[in-house]
């Protein structure tokens, strides 16, 4: 299934991964995926799936997707389909990534100052993995608070 998406007379084509990863559909299997998981990580993609910044995201996480499943379990919520955690988690960007292990919100700084979530489509797989790693082993150590590999911080890039 492709979607062609026309912005600023440029035509941008995307696979749309999101109907093969779960998705949540109620604020209480929000609760209840996040609650249930016991030894693995739960990344949560709060978004639209027709927006082309979740869609360029959903490709990395369904192409991680099957690497990661001994660690991490992804899933996809629509905000418009379940606004509960938008005011909470200040879920206002076009796409927004985050993690929970075993029912603890799991930060990592990432450089940016918002060290909640990801906000913005990740480019490269492996880069995502190692942000997935890092959060995983962090979480088994008992940090809320992990680092990040890299630094996604903008200041310097002109």
Not at 49 to 54: I, K, R
Not at 100 to 123: C, E, P, Q, S, Y
């Amino acid at each position: 299934l492709k979607f062609s998406v026309f912005l600023s007379s440029r035509c941008l084509e995307f696979e749309a991964m999101s109907f093969m990863l779960p998705h949540l559909h109620s604020g209480w299997a929000v609760d209840q995926a996040i609650l249930s998981e016991e030894e693995r990580l739960v990344c949560i993609r709060f978004g639209h799936d027709y927006d082309p910044e979740c869609m360029k995201q959903d490709e990395i996480l369904y192409s991680v997707a099957e690497e990661i499943k001994s660690f991490c379990i992804i899933y996809l919520v629509d905000v418009k389909e379940v606004p509960d955690f938008n005011t909470m988690y200040e879920l206002y960007d076009p796409v927004t990534v985050m993690f929970f292990f075993r029912n603890k919100h799991m930060m990592i700084d990432l450089g940016t100052g918002n060290n909640n979530k990801v906000n913005w489509a990740m480019n490269d797989k492996q880069e995502f993995i190692d942000i997935l790693e890092t959060i995983y082993r962090g979480a088994r150590k008992g940090r809320g608070l992990v680092i990040s590999p890299k630094d996604y911080c903008t200041k310097y890039r002109y």
